[in-house]
């Protein structure tokens, strides 16, 4: 079975493959290769912070001290 990588480290894939898309050096198979990891990368990243947002969402209390929904933004 795989192992779940984190968001940072996720992040620091995705940072390498735009590193090495912005020096203009790859081939142009290695260069949609890359890109198609990074597509992945940002969908699963953002798919965490959206996951995060929910629960920050679902945490956020009034000054009463109620729980309430209230957006995060």
Known sequence: MAEKKS????????????EELEQGQPDLER????????VKLTKEC????DRAEQK????MQSEDGEVTETPFA
């Open 46 to 49: 953002q798919e965490i912070l």
């Open 7 to 18: 968001f940072e480290t996720k992040m620091e894939e995705l940072s390498r493959v735009v």
């Open 31 to 38: 260069a949609l290769s890359l890109f198609e990891t990074g």
């Open 56 to 59: 920050v969402t679902r945490l």
